[in-house]
């Protein structure tokens, strides 16, 4: 079983490369962010991988950290998630934004990917809520928020202040950090407006 590559970069496909491995190329299938943080063709990488064996196929698919291909394999637990869904989702968020959004119970984040309908995106989050702890990338301000919840999951008008703040441009972990801040203050009863417009102000200050 192939756990790691290390080698050089020979060629890049639409979604995935050609590593080099002492004179073997091996074909892996990659997300974009991993194909976006890999150097140019004729320099060294490394990829970790994981071998999905199939009646029909031996596919590799490769990933720039270890937490990547861990949330590759926990994606697919979910039932209609496939490796290319997965891959997807891992197109479009890093684990971490990706662990801050099933903490935050944030379904249209995790929508933004293709081939991710509500149905879904809300299925993923809602079935895999109890694995971030144990992956242990949430950010820390998804983690200050879970801890000004008191819980371990965001409420709806919670989630949605935090996904309209990152929607005008703010990263997920400030999003959360000044929602945390505004839900100390103000409780977790506050209406969506009213957090978003405080958070926006601490985002500010």
Known sequence: MIGKLKGLIDSFGDDHVLVDVGGVCYEAFCSA?????????????????????REDMIRLFGFASEAEKAWFNVLMTVQGVGARVALAILSVLTPSELSSAIALQDKAMVGRANGVGPKLALRIVSELKSKVPALGAAEAGVLGLQTALGAGVAGGNVADAVSALTNLGYSSAQASAAVARVVAQEGDGTATERLIRLGLKELSA
Not at 34 to 51: C, D, H, K, N, Y
């Open 33 to 53: 962010k991993t194909l976006q943080s890999l150097p140019r063709v004729g320099e060294a990488a490394v990829l970790f991988i994981e071998t999905i064996v």
